[in-house]
């Protein structure tokens, strides 16, 4: 389905790009920060499941909708924005009181991630923008975004992951301390604040 070497000359680009620190990685590191390296974990997982969803609307071309009509792309820009700045004011509550992860700690984390990235429009814009420049006209293109997409998810995936992982692990040795709890959650809320200032700024290209 694609050729050997358009995948080899994809893979170090695809592995650039997940390494350049973006909202993905800092949301990780956020959801590590506050809840430990399973939570970091299950957002790693639902980053990755949102980023394949993208590659599926590209594939069938709705992205072309939210490329073609701003309102769309504002539209889900904005629920983004909101919803994480829901996430950076539970940081900030929960850091109050020093308690045990709650056992769907790993759940919310997942849904959560998964909303981020499906609510980034600029997301799919990319994927648009640079999956097809491997894609080859002449054959079955659908298969070919997969497999790409694919690739794509699995490097973020582990990147992302040993990154929140990382800070998840740091977290926790320190989770007993009530300043460091405070200073923790203070972090997470101006990480997702970061996010949210970003995304609100963001402009179509």
């Known amino acids: 389905m694609i050729d050997l070497p358009v995948l080899m000359a994809f893979v170090p680009a695809a592995l650039a790009l997940n390494l350049t620190p973006g909202a993905d990685m800092m949301f990780c590191v956020g959801q590590g920060l506050r809840a430990g390296p399973k939570a970091a974990l299950a957002a790693d997982l639902g980053i990755a499941v949102g980023g394949m969803v993208h590659v599926l609307l590209a594939g069938v071309g709705l992205g072309a909708l939210v490329a073609a009509h701003p309102e769309v792309f504002h539209l889900i820009r904005w629920v983004g924005v909101f919803y994480l700045l829901y996430l950076?004011?539970?940081a900030v509550r929960g850091s109050s009181i020093i308690e045990q992860r709650p056992?769907?700690?790993?759940?919310k984390a997942f849904q959560g991630a998964l909303l981020v990235n499906l609510t980034n429009p600029k997301v799919i814009l990319f994927v648009l923008a640079f999956l097809p420049?491997?894609?080859d006209p002449s054959r079955a293109?659908?298969?070919?975004?997969?497999i790409l997409g694919g690739v794509l998810a699995l490097g973020g995936l582990l990147v992302?992951?040993?990154a929140g992982v990382f800070a998840g692990g740091l977290g926790q040795k320190l989770l007993g301390s009530p300043r460091f709890n405070r200073g923790l959650g203070f972090a997470s809320a101006a990480i997702f604040t970061a996010l949210a200032l970003r995304l609100a700024l963001l402009e179509q290209k």
């Open 133 to 135: 420049q491997f894609v």
């Open 88 to 90: 950076a004011i539970q």
């Open 160 to 162: 992302n992951g040993a």
């Open 141 to 146: 293109v659908w298969p070919q975004f997969l």
């Open 103 to 107: 056992p769907d700690g790993a759940g």
